[in-house]
């Protein structure tokens, strides 16, 4: 859920590495010098990615910890699922339709990945997905947990859904724009949006997203890229009663919304 072609406006805040065992110093030690995060020992009042013996885990400055589970919680559940073309995301990409046309499932790209929790469903939904993320902590946060997954579970149905996944670093737009050979069928973008009350970040991943990127700047951009990439459709996740996302008044195709609870999928149907 991180963003896409122009630089922030804002400092992402500095991330310290920190490994809590021996064992991972010699990692910890590779990421500080792939991307210029210093190595420290305490992270007390400043954010860190920490290594631990099982996972990576993002530490804001407050505590507040976040980390990627593909192996346990609601990605575990969405992995033994028996339906999960009922799931309003499956109807909104249309899978029934397009593999009765094309006789496969669609290869996605969700550029903006986050933490990865739209990507796993997509895939444990039968999809080749591609992962894009722009920041180089939530990028490893990711191939992390999907290494993870790999080593921990091999031949599993777990295993079978990380490996429909792959991650990329860079920006979204960017990245649509060199797919030219290879276009993806789906395009998802789920971006961030400014919070106007302390509700909207009730949840502490969505906390630590915000805080780490900020709301979403060059979605204008980002969705025309969109749309001139999908060969099937573009789907862009809003919450319930958000307005459309920006630039969606210039598209004069076909514009469809699939309704949850508490959030809205539009459809862009770049093809009929």
């Not at 995060?37 to 305490?42: G, I, N, S």
């Not at 929790?117 to 722009?134: F, M, N, S, T, Y």
């Not at 990439?229 to 210039?250: E, F, M, N």
Request: charged share 20%.
């Amino acid at each position: 859920m991180t963003e896409t072609q122009h630089k922030p406006d804002r400092a992402e805040p500095l991330i310290y590495i920190t490994a809590l065992q021996s064992e991972q110093l010699a990692a910890a030690k590779a990421l500080s010098m792939q991307y210029g995060w210093p190595l420290a020992q305490t992270q007390d009042d400043q954010w860190a990615l920490q290594l631990q013996p099982d996972k990576l885990v993002l530490r804001r400055a407050d505590g507040l910890a976040y980390h990627i589970d593909f192996l346990h919680g609601k990605a575990a559940k969405h992995a033994r699922e028996a339906d999960l073309s009922r799931q309003p995301l499956a109807r909104a990409m249309g899978l029934r339709a397009f593999k009765k046309r094309f006789d496969r499932m669609p290869v996605v790209a969700d550029v903006t990945a986050g933490f990865a929790q739209d990507a796993w469903l997509i895939a444990a939904l039968g999809c080749h997905v591609h992962l894009v993320e722009r920041l180089n902590v939530l990028y490893e946060m990711q191939n992390d947990a999907r290494r993870r997954v790999l080593e921990y579970e091999p031949g599993s149905l777990s295993s079978i859904i990380a490996g429909r996944m792959l991650c990329h670093l860079g920006y979204a737009t960017q990245w649509l724009q060199n797919t030219s050979d290879n276009k993806p069928d789906i395009v998802y973008l789920d971006p961030m949006y400014p919070a106007t009350n302390k509700k909207a970040l009730v949840n502490k991943g969505m906390q630590i997203l915000h805080d780490l990127a900020g709301p979403d700047h060059g979605n204008e951009a980002l969705l025309a890229a969109a749309l001139a990439t999908a060969q099937y459709r573009v789907i862009v996740k809003r919450p319930k009663g958000a307005p459309h996302i920006v630039g969606s008044d210039a598209w004069g195709g076909q514009l469809t919304t699939i309704n949850s609870p508490a959030t809205r999928f539009d459809v862009y149907h770049v093809t009929n």
